[in-house]
C-alpha cells in the first residue's frame, strides 16, 4: 500500500509502497485512512536526526509520517466493543512507556520517565498511509458532520488541554464556579492551528479574547479570529518591555509561538492569579534575558507558568465535542482552517510553506 514516509533527518518526505498491515489482536481495529493533517511538528521530524527519542520504529530504516488523522473502521478484532465497522474514527497519538503510574492509568500524556511512543513522530509508524491497525482504545469515534474538519480534533487537543490545567490551576480562587477560575480576559499567542482554536475554544467558553501574532492585521488568521468575536493585536504594535501598557492585562495567556523571547514577556501581560501556559515548546537552544522584576512580578501576583504537551483521552473527547460546537456556533470557520488540501502525490508540496496557508491537509485517496 502506499504510504508517505521519511528518515529523521532526510530532509524530505517521498512516497512509499510498505506492507499492509492486519489486525495482530483481538482488541486492535483496522482502520481505511481518509484524511490527515500535516503539521509544524512533522517538519522537525522530517528536519532533524534521529536521536534516541526520535529514533525510526524497531526493524524499519523509515518513518510513516502522520499524526493528525481520521478514517473509518473497515474490520475489527473479535474482542473489539467500542468501535464498530464503518464508524468514523480519529486515533490519538501517544503511546505508554508500560513503566510509569502516569501511562498505567492511560494517561501517557503525563509520562514520568518521558519513555513514550508518538505514531508518525517517535518509534511508531504514523497514519499517512491507505491503512492503520490500533487499539480500540486509541481509536475516538466522531461524528459524520466532522469528516472533513476531523484532522483537527488532533490540533484542538492541544488547547484542550491547556484549558483544562489553566482551570485547574485556578481552582482554588474564590470564583464561585466562574468558567476557567474566573478568567474573564485571555490571549492567545500566534496565528497557526492550535492558536486559532485555542481563541475559537475561549470565544464558545464566552471568554473575552485576544490574539496577538506576527501576521498582519489583514491576514486570514486575524479575520477569522475577529470574525468570532475575538480582538486581533499585531505584534509589532504591542512592546513587549511593557505589554500591559498596550493590551492590558490577561487571567490565562496561551502561547502557541514557540517563540522564547514572546513566551518570557507574556508573563508581564498577566493579571494578578494569571496563568501562562506554553504549548509552543521552543526547539533550539538558546538563551534570552529575563528581568528580575519578571520573576517579582510572580511571586507578587500569585502567577504560574505552565507548559503542556499532548492531551488525554476527556481532552480528545472535549475536542470531538467543541469542534462539533464551533460549527454551530461560527459557521465556516473550522472549514477555513484548512487552507490546502493536497493528495499523498504532493507529498513535495504538503511538507513546504505556502503563503496564506493555515492547515494542510491530504487526502488519501486509495490506488489513486
Ligand atoms: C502533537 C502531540 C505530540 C507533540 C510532541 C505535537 O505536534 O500534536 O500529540 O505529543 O507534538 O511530539
Known amino acids: 500500500m502506499r504510504a508517505v514516509v521519511t528518515r529523521p533527518g532526510a530532509g524530505r518526505a517521498w512516497l512509499a509502497d510498505i506492507p499492509r498491515p492486519a489486525i495482530q489482536r483481538p482488541d486492535e481495529a483496522l482502520v481505511q485512512v481518509l484524511r490527515v493533517g500535516v503539521c509544524g511538528t512533522d517538519r522537525h521530524v522530517i528536519a532533524r536526526p534521529a536521536s534516541a527519542t526520535r529514533a525510526l520504529p524497531d526493524g524499519d530504516d523509515y518513518l510513516v509520517l ?24 480519529v486515533p490519538t497519538v501517544r503511546r505508554g512507556c508500560a513503566e510509569c503510574v502516569a501511562c498505567a492509568k492511560g494517561q501517557a500524556d503525563l509520562c514520568f520517565t518521558g ?20 487499539q480500540e482504545e486509541h481509536l475516538i469515534r466522531i461524528p459524520e458532520e466532522l469528516a472533513q474538519v476531523a484532522p483537527l480534533v488532533e490540533s484542538l487537543c492541544t488547547p484542550e488541554k491547556a484549558l483544562r490545567r489553566i482551570g485547574n490551576a485556578r481552582a ?19 496565528s497557526g492551528p492550535i492558536a486559532i482554536l485555542a481563541v475559537l475554544a475561549l470565544r464558545l467558553r464566552g471568554v473575552a479574547t485576544w490574539m496577538l501574532a506576527r501576521q498582519p492585521a489583514t491576514g486570514p488568521a486575524a479575520r477569522l479570529a475577529e470574525d468570532c468575536g475575538a480582538t486581533y493585536v499585531c505584534l509589532s504594535d504591542v512592546d513587549l518591555e511593557a505589554p500591559q501598557a498596550g493590551i492590558g ?29 506554553l504549548v509552543g515548546g521552543p526547539p533550539e537552544r538558546k538563551a534570552v534575558p529575563i528581568q528580575a522584576a519578571a520573576l517579582g512580578a510572580m511571586v507578587g501576583r500569585n502567577l504560574t507558568l505552565l507548559g503542556s504537551v499532548n492531551a488525554n483521552t476527556a481532552d480528545w473527547q472535549a475536542a470531538v465535542t467543541d469542534l462539533s460546537d464551533m460549527g454551530r456556533q461560527f459557521p465556516g470557520a473550522v472549514q477555513a482552517i484548512i487552507t490546502d488540501v493536497l493528495s499523498m502525490s504532493d507529498v513535495n508540496l504538503a511538507f513546504g510553506r505556502t503563503p496564506g496557508q493555515i492547515k494542510a491537509v491530504i487526502d488519501i485517496d486509495s490506488g489513486g
Open 172 to 190: 482554588h480562587l474564590p470564583t464561585d464556579g466562574a468558567v476557567l477560575g474566573g478568567v474573564t480576559r485571555a490571549l492567545v499567542t500566534g
Open 249 to 277: 492585562a490577561f487571567d490565562a495567556i496561551i502561547e502557541a509561538t514557540g517563540a522564547a523571547e514572546l513566551s518570557v514577556a507574556m508573563v508581564d501581560a498577566l493579571a494578578p492569579n494569571g496563568v501562562l501556559d
Open 115 to 134: 519513555k513514550i511512543r508518538e505514531r508518525g513522530i517517535v518509534r511508531l509508524h504514523g497514519f499517512l498511509a491507505e491503512l492503520i491497525v490500533d
Open 66 to 89: 502522520g499524526h493528525e488523522a481520521v478514517g473509518r473502521v473497515v474490520e475489527v478484532g473479535e474482542d473489539v466493543r467500542t468501535v464498530g465497522v464503518g464508524d468514523l474514527v
